[in-house]
T-cell receptor
């Protein structure tokens, strides 16, 4: 899984399978989290967010789970498609409106 | 609606030089934020401008500066370039200040310092 400052991990999944991308955040005071998707040659794209008063939030084919006890965030992508191939990274907001971003996980979908 | 545009897309500079990057936000967006992205550090926040005023600033040295014009277009400047400044510089625009969930990113400017 991903963690702020570490090398970029990779994940390969078969098309149609579910993907789980993990993120370990650093600050227990963080109250807001965002997952981004970044395709090659493009800027990051917002996928889904979650506030610290929730432990799960669902979007279209994506679910974010938050475990504040262990400071862990995960992104689940259902029925992964080739277009999901990208780098995914999380962001946490410890104080004010300053965000801290992870380095990302590279997801490759195998057709 | 046109997306966020950044110019130039690629740039090669020499140590000690200075560089100016430009960002045109989505029409109607008044917030522009700048980020530096490197493989080792990931995405790091530089600063945010809203209505020509800097609202937030990240932990970067004073060599990094920016400004926003009345039409919301923004520029960032890096003076006395160092090798470590090589990175992808991204800008993002939003309708409101601090609107991270509604930010739209541009494709970035790839800066290489030799």
């Amino acid at each position: 899984g991903e963690s702020v400052g570490l090398h970029l991990p990779t994940l390969s999944v078969q098309e149609g399978d579910n993907s789980i991308i993990n993120c370990a955040y650093s600050n227990s005071a963080s109250d807001y989290f965002i997952w981004y998707k970044q395709e090659s040659g493009k800027g990051p794209q917002f996928i889904i967010d979650i506030r610290s008063n929730m432990d799960k939030r669902q979007g279209q084919r994506v679910t974010v789970l938050l475990n504040k006890t262990v400071k862990h965030l995960s992104l689940q992508i259902a029925a992964t498609q080739p277009g999901d191939s990208a780098v995914y990274f999380c962001a946490e907001r410890p104080t004010g409106n300053q965000f801290y971003f992870g380095t990302g996980t590279s997801l490759t979908v195998i057709p | 609606k046109a997306g966020v545009t950044q110019t130039p897309r690629y740039l090669i500079k020499t140590r000690g030089q200075q560089v100016t990057l430009s960002c045109s936000p989505i029409s109607g967006h008044r917030s522009v934020s700048w980020y530096q992205q490197t493989p080792g550090q990931g995405l790091q926040f530089l600063f945010e401008y809203f209505s020509e005023t800097q609202r937030n600033k990240g932990n970067f040295p004073g060599r990094f500066s920016g400004r926003q014009f009345s039409n919301s277009r923004s520029e960032m400047n890096v003076s006395t370039l160092e090798l470590g400044d090589s990175a992808l510089y991204l800008c993002a625009s939003a309708e409101r200040a601090g609107g991270h969930a509604e930010q739209y990113f541009g494709p970035g400017t790839r800066l290489t310092v030799t």
